[in-house]
């Protein structure tokens, strides 16, 4: 796989930082830290669509090991969250997902090589990248409502749970509640024996570019330059004093993409609200990664363990997920107004719809 990265992202690109690795407890906790919304948009993904549960964590468990030995610092691997919620929320096909993740990987790649992504970034205003990112946490709420309502009870609980955990760590709710969902499964179904994902080419399905594809892979590479790219860059120099540029960053995202998506893993990018929550939880080396993609690798062997996770606790992970996604997109602009609007004409439209008249509308009148 390395190998294989190494053709789309040469070693002289790899821009080691020179931090090297240490092993404390600040990098096993600082593992978890981008894992408060990857599990549950992961674990939806495998529970809602087509896709492989197994393949999906493998994904991550492979990538957080290339990028942390490759950086030496705790890059963030997450998933392309606009990709993921419209696929969770039902309004793009699993063929539709591995499309746009492939063609999002190689667009990225371009323009990494190219250095384009400042003139990309031109075009799109933050607070564009602010409403795309309400806009996906309207739809994963619209989709958390119809799992809800087959077992209101459950999902009283769930909150209830939820309500209490943030009272004492916002953080930790996601993961409590999962833990708590994984239990109930385990007692339900039993826990499976170790199994390891197949190696296979489109495990569950190949491509399908179609419109839903390309309108989804809009909404996406709107969030990913200025969340993925951009920002995470910054972030890296802020605080870890690692010059790893946005171009960089997009070579490494295209190329993973390349080689991921096609063996079953979900379009994946880096996120610097990842970075930020491994950094909170004490990460500072690329050991971290290594600690999660152990974690990641170990939930892929029994991934069957989540086959009776009750939906309506996934409802509530969602909501938990969107308000995550609302809060950063309200807190990191003051065009809230804005940022509402664009999340509103989503709901009655979709996400491409309200991403070009944003973006319309913010280069007429921003």
Request: hydrophobic share 60%.
């Amino acid at each position: 796989m390395y190998r294989l990265l190494a053709l789309f992202v040469p070693p002289e690109a790899a821009f080691r930082t020179g931090r090297g690795f240490s092993f404390d407890a600040g990098e096993v906790t600082g593992a978890i830290g981008d894992s408060v919304t990857v599990l549950p948009l992961v674990v939806a993904l495998g529970l809602l669509t087509p896709a492989s549960l197994p393949h999906l964590l493998a994904g991550f468990g492979v990538f957080q090991v290339i990028w942390g030995l490759y950086y030496g610092v705790p890059l963030s691997v997450e998933p392309m969250k606009a990709l993921a919620g419209l696929a969770i929320a039902g309004t793009l096909s699993h063929g539709g997902l591995v499309a746009a993740g492939l063609v999002a990987g190689g667009v990225l790649l371009v323009a990494g090589r190219t250095g384009s992504l400042s003139w990309i970034q031109q075009f799109v205003g933050e607070p564009v990248v602010r409403g795309v990112q309400f806009a996906v946490a309207c739809l994963l709420v619209v989709a958390a409502v119809d799992l809800v309502a087959g077992s209101v009870g459950i999902a009283a609980a769930g909150a209830g749970l939820a309500l209490v955990v943030a009272l004492v760590s916002r953080n930790a709710v996601a993961l409590v509640v999962l833990a708590v969902g994984a239990v109930w499964a385990a007692t339900a179904g039993g826990i499976p024996a170790p199994a390891a994902p197949s190696l296979e080419l489109f495990p569950a399905g190949g491509p399908t570019l179609s419109v839903g594809a390309i309108e989804g892979l809009l909404a996406q590479l709107a969030m990913t330059v200025g969340n993925a790219a951009v920002a995470t860059s910054l972030l890296l120099s802020d605080l870890y004093d690692a010059e790893i540029s946005p171009d960089r960053l997009a070579d490494s995202m295209g190329a993973m993409n390349l080689a991921a998506v096609p063996l079953g893993a979900v379009p994946m990018c880096h996120g610097s609200g990842g970075l930020a929550g491994k950094h909170a939880f004490g990460a500072r080396t690329g050991t971290a990664n290594l600690v999660a993609g152990g974690f990641y690798a170990g939930l892929a062997l029994v991934a069957g363990l989540l086959a009776a996770f009750p939906m309506a606790l996934l409802g509530v992970l969602l909501v938990v997920v969107a308000a995550s996604l609302s809060r950063v997109a309200f807190t990191k602009t003051d065009r809230r107004l804005f940022v509402a609007g664009v999340g509103g004409l989503a709901v009655v439209t979709n996400v491409a719809v309200a991403f070009v008249a944003a973006t319309l509308w913010w280069q007429l009148r921003g």
